[in-house]
């Protein structure tokens, strides 16, 4: 597998949305989001919204690969996870109405460091609060991702 690693400034949220399309199309087939929140009675409606769209498409806990832990330790743990679909994208839409690598922290509640899973396995992973995502590819998979016109890096841009 090759890792190519995307920066959210590259991308507009429309574009963002083809490249998680373009993810479900190769096999990504499952993903699970995270929701946090300083005082969840000022959250508001948006968990819940979202939870009401995607709780019939649960696949249950598994122990998966994210992008962040407390711990190396960590960064396998149990992780909740959804059936990555139509609906569930629509859903991410809503949540995430920025694009899928949106990250808003001032709101009373955000939805962050999405990730997407082939076959229970990382394919597209974003860490939100770092502003970068891990793309996992074939080498036949890098090559159409270039075609297909969505920039990518070999490593880590450097900043500043």
Known sequence: MIKRYLIPSDY???KSWQLVEWCMRLGANEFTIDFLTIDRSRAGDRWEEFDEVVRPLALGEAVLERMSGRTADDLSRPTERWALNETSIGA??????????????????????PILYRDGELMLGVLSHEA????????????????????????LPRIG
């Open 132 to 155: 970068f995502a891990v793309l996992r590819l074939t080498d036949s998979e890098s090559r159409e991702l270039d075609a297909a016109g969505f920039p990518s890096h070999d490593s």
């Open 12 to 14: 507009s949220a429309a």
């Open 92 to 113: 991410l839409k809503d949540a995430l109405s920025e694009g899928f690598f949106q990250y808003d922290p001032w709101q009373d509640g955000w939805f962050e460091d």
